[in-house]
């Protein structure tokens, strides 16, 4: 459903928002390890997130990366996907087809725009500072 760089994505601001709301930055190969990511990959989708101000860069050498506290409640799984895959998920055919639309309909088009619809609904209620409390207290998982 989400490109690879999606998945890395969100897997890292998650990693980064839980680390964040400890008051701790995280290192480009201390995320990449944690979300089992490569590196420079890891290194691209940081520099997406940090030009969309989703996470911030610190250079130096206490340095890392962070979101500000504050925007832990104002980030939401939506503005990563955003960022990195745009909003075509909440527009594409279920079955990949160019000219799937309500007056000409894929065999699938009414019951997966309930799940678009769904799907952006979760997208767009659930911000970091939730699934960093749940990371957190280990009711949900990075890594198994």
Request: hydrophobic letters at 40%; one cysteine or more; glycine letters at 8%.
């Amino acid at each position: 459903m989400f490109s690879k760089a999606c998945e890395y994505g969100i897997k890292a601001a998650i990693y980064i928002a839980a680390n964040s709301n400890e008051g701790k930055r995280v290192s480009l190969k201390g995320i990449a390890k944690h979300i089992d990511s490569p590196e420079a990959f890891t290194a691209k989708i940081l520099q997406i997130l940090a030009r969309e101000n989703i996470v911030t860069s610190v250079r130096g050498i206490n340095g890392g990366f962070e979101i500000e506290s504050h925007k832990l409640e104002t980030i939401f799984l939506s503005d990563i996907v955003k960022a990195i895959d745009g909003d075509n998920i909440y527009k594409g055919c279920g079955i990949g087809l160019k000219d799937c639309n309500e007056l000409h309909p894929c065999p699938i088009h009414d019951d997966f725009k309930k799940v678009r619809n769904s799907l952006r609904k979760l997208l767009e209620t659930t911000h970091l500072k939730q699934l960093a409390l749940n990371v957190h207290s280990g009711t949900s998982f990075l890594r198994v």
